[in-house]
């Protein structure tokens, strides 16, 4: 059970990694395609890269508990 939870994690941390990520750099270039466009200003930045470095630190720490039960 440990193990499948571990893997979840990580499953959903790269999902957050990939979604914020995503709407970081499609905000910087300047598209409209941005998933989350809704704040204006520089606060819409701040908030994903908070949630990007949030769900890299899950992802490592998913990662490094999987590492130890193997």
Do not use: H, N
């Not at 193990?3 to 905000?27: N, P, R, W």
């Amino acid at each position: 059970m440990p193990k499948i939870l571990c893997i979840s994690a990580m499953v959903i941390s790269i999902l957050v990694l990939v979604l914020f990520i995503s709407d970081l750099g499609l905000g910087l270039i300047g598209m409209d395609l941005a998933p989350f466009k809704g704040l204006e200003g520089s606060m819409r930045y701040v908030m994903d890269g908070v949630f990007a470095v949030g769900g890299g630190i899950l992802g490592w720490m998913s990662w490094s508990t999987f590492r130890e039960q193997v």
